[in-house]
């Protein structure tokens, strides 16, 4: 069974930077795209980057140029960077395939407040 661990989240003020961490257990992780996605309460969860097992990488446009997805196909683990983080960046984040196949892990809460 397939497991999807997310770390790193925080409190930060406007402008700061988080990196995010989430480690797969379970599957077959340099095969698939894998995505990082949020959920702002009383928001649909949204995809935020994705990356391909060729380290292709994908952003929405309210990110773009400021987060950087990664990851290390030989720790099964994918990383988001988040600098110039702004107030409406706060959610809890996810990984997951792209599109999210596996069920979904418990998150890691960022919160970015002044």
């Known amino acids: 069974q397939v497991q999807l661990v997310e770390s790193g989240g925080g409190v930060v003020q406007p402008g700061e930077s988080l990196s995010l961490s989430c480690v797969v257990s379970g599957g077959v992780f340099n095969l698939y795209d894998m995505a990082w996605y949020r959920q702002a309460p009383g928001k649909q969860r949204e995809l935020v980057a994705t990356i391909s097992p060729r380290f292709t990488t994908n952003y929405a446009d309210s990110v773009r140029g400021r987060f950087a997805i990664s990851r290390d196909n030989a720790k099964d683990t994918v990383l988001l960077r988040m600098n110039k983080l702004k107030l409406e960046d706060s959610a809890v984040y996810y990984c997951?395939?792209?599109?999210?196949?596996?069920?979904w892990g418990p998150g890691t809460q960022v919160t970015v407040s002044s």
């Open positions: 997951n395939l792209d599109p999210a196949l596996y069920s």
